[in-house]
């Protein structure tokens, strides 16, 4: 029996592309990933499976205060009183060694790109104060701001006019994009200032967040009404002078004006445990990184665990400056920062 000749490639130019990215993007990473038990802890697992499980457990961390009847804690790993907390919480339990046999396949080309970026680099300042035409224009801007919220925080502010005043068009070139945080009342208050500052709103991310147990989170610590279970993070890019004040641009001068991103990889949905108090998920790194391979990228407002490799993180809550770019060292040098 005759084997069928092989068809031909019919994807076009472009979607050969966007699977080159998409291979590229995902297969560069050597870690290995393990899923979660959706049984929760190993006995559990165990009484209602047959087979052996190497996937992630947790096991119940019971202090002479817990009580079981109450069931579990509804911030569990990031409860403020575990040493009084009455309800149940948990571990992480290290998983089973995985068989070499079930190990990913080989990684196609392994890029040298992550060799190639500069070390993290930081410079601990206040924005509301610091010039910012002297760290020079960046592809990608990323940013939490300290939103004025009406809640009490464990952090300082900036006003609604502060905010709308920032030099941000400063930092960019036309097509340049910017990644916003928002909560609460602060998502009208970040469209205004997209187009205030000069850009045009193009996507929106939205973080589901989970808890430990990779649990919709239903007990929240901010929202006025109803639990904040979600974050929204608005992704606009820097319109061309010429276009600036007017209406919104056509799907065709977008296109044009951001021919340079890499497009169609990612969703626009990050469902992630959360952490740190404003802490964000570092999936939307890896989102503007496989969109954005290339370039200078900032986050302003930062926090030491924002360091990463390939960007500059500005904030004041930082450790002393530290600088590798030449350009940058001169110009700061200039205005006697260091």
């Known amino acids: 029996m005759s084997s069928s000749p092989t068809q031909p490639s019919t994807s076009s130019p472009q979607q050969q592309q966007h699977q080159s990215h998409h291979q590229e993007s995902f297969e560069q990473n050597n870690s290995r990933f393990v899923d979660l ?146 909560t609460g009342r602060a998502l009208e208050l970040g469209r205004d200032c997209m187009k205030t500052w000069g850009y045009e709103r193009i996507e929106e991310i939205v973080w589901v967040k989970t808890n430990q147990l990779q649990r919709l989170i239903r007990t929240g610590r901010t929202g006025h009404y109803l639990n904040h279970s979600k974050e929204h993070c608005l992704v606009g890019f820097k319109r061309p002078d010429d276009k600036v004040g007017e209406g919104s641009m056509t799907q065709e001068e977008i296109q044009e004006a951001l021919s340079w991103v890499n497009r169609g990889i990612d969703t626009d949905v990050i469902v992630a445990e959360v952490r740190e108090t404003s802490r964000k998920p570092d999936e939307i790194y890896e989102m503007i990184e496989r969109a954005c391979p290339g370039g200078r990228k900032l986050e302003l407002f930062g926090r030491p665990y924002n360091f990463r490799p390939g960007w500059i993180t500005l904030g004041n809550q930082l450790e002393t400056d530290r600088l590798y770019e030449p350009e940058t060292i001169a110009r700061f040098n200039e205005i006697s920062l260091f």
């Open 37 to 182: 038990c959706p049984h929760t802890s190993r006995k559990v697992c165990r009484q209602r499976s047959q087979v052996g499980c190497n996937k992630v457990h947790y096991r119940p961390n019971i202090q002479p205060h817990t009580d079981l009847s109450l069931g579990d804690c509804s911030y569990l790993n990031t409860c403020h009183r575990m040493d009084t907390c009455r309800y149940l919480h948990w571990m992480v339990e290290d998983p089973v060694s995985i068989p070499s046999s079930t190990a990913p396949a080989s990684i196609i080309n392994p890029s040298s790109s992550k060799s190639k970026l500069l070390p993290p680099q930081w410079v601990n300042c206040d924005l509301k104060y610091l010039d910012v035409g002297v760290l020079g224009q960046f592809d990608v801007v990323m940013m939490d701001p300290p939103w004025d919220i009406h809640m009490s925080l464990p952090y300082g502010t900036m006003t609604d006019d502060e905010m709308l005043k920032m030099p941000i068009a400063t930092l960019q070139k036309s097509g340049g994009l910017v990644f916003i945080w928002v």
